[in-house]
């Protein structure tokens, strides 16, 4: 199965594209969870269903929104416009996009995982004098790698199979945003393009499935290690 130059392009943007998400965004959804598991504060629901929003609301919206505020008018736009910086209509819009959608994935993985800590075991800690970075480093956070690979895999399916905010807050330009989703829907649209959408989809199928073998390999992997330290 051969792929064109600019079928190439949009698999290759749409790899960077959720492979860059899932690294900015983990470590924030890993601190957004542990803050939601472990921490009691005012506005604790409101703050659950703006990280839950964009799972429920219609990906075009999602996009609507970064496009308002990141437009050359918007609250956050206006001031990066001042920098020379303009962020809808590029590959860091796709980005963003796939961030975002993904994000609410990756905050429920790790807060499973999390709340799935015995708290017993930090607490005994805590009698032995372990301070809370070292605690949150030595034991918490190793325990609960499961949940961040799990998070990582969703969160990089969920960014790389990304289409309505992306099409709408990045557009579809050739090379530059026609992330792999935009480029099945443009060969759709076009005469003859069934073959080329057929091969995109393949493509697409078989790279999700491969993350989430991977992620069920390296969290065997991770299991039996923690195990094994365990006894």
């Known amino acids: 199965m051969s792929l064109g130059a600019a079928e190439w392009a949009a698999l290759s ?34 703050v659950k269903a703006l990280v839950q929003m964009p ?15 990141f437009g050359r008018n918007g609250p956050l736009g206006a001031a990066l416009g001042t920098l020379g910086i303009s962020v809808p209509f590029t590959s860091l819009a796709a980005g963003l996009a796939a961030g975002i959608m993904a994000f609410p994935l990756m905050v ?11 708290s017993r075991l930090e607490a005994a800690a805590r ?10 480093f030595t034991l918490s956070l190793p ?5 961040l690979l799990a998070g990582a895999t969703l969160g990089f399916a969920r960014g790389f199979g990304e289409f309505g905010a992306t099409i709408v807050f990045a557009a579809n330009i050739p090379g530059e945003t026609q992330t792999l989703p935009i480029a099945i829907y443009s ?14 989809v393949s493509i697409s199928v078989a790279v999700a499935l491969g993350a989430f073998l991977l992620s069920e390999w390296l969290e065997r992997r991770t299991r039996a290690r923690l195990s094994g330290q365990s006894r």
């Open 108 to 118: 429920r993985a790790c807060r499973l995982s999390i709340e799935a800590l015995d």
């Open 127 to 136: 009698t032995l004098g372990a301070g809370a970075m070292r605690r949150f």
């Open 55 to 69: 799972l429920v609301l219609p990906p075009v919206v999602v996009g609507y929104l970064l496009l308002t505020l």
């Open 143 to 147: 325990l609960s790698t499961p949940g």
């Open 187 to 200: 060969a759709l649209q076009s005469p003859g393009g069934d073959a080329v959408a057929t091969r995109l």
């Open 13 to 46: 943007l749409s790899l960077r594209v959720a492979g860059w998400a899932t690294l900015i965004g983990l470590p924030l959804a890993y601190l957004v969870a542990w803050t939601l598991a472990r921490r009691s504060f005012r506005g604790k629901a409101l």
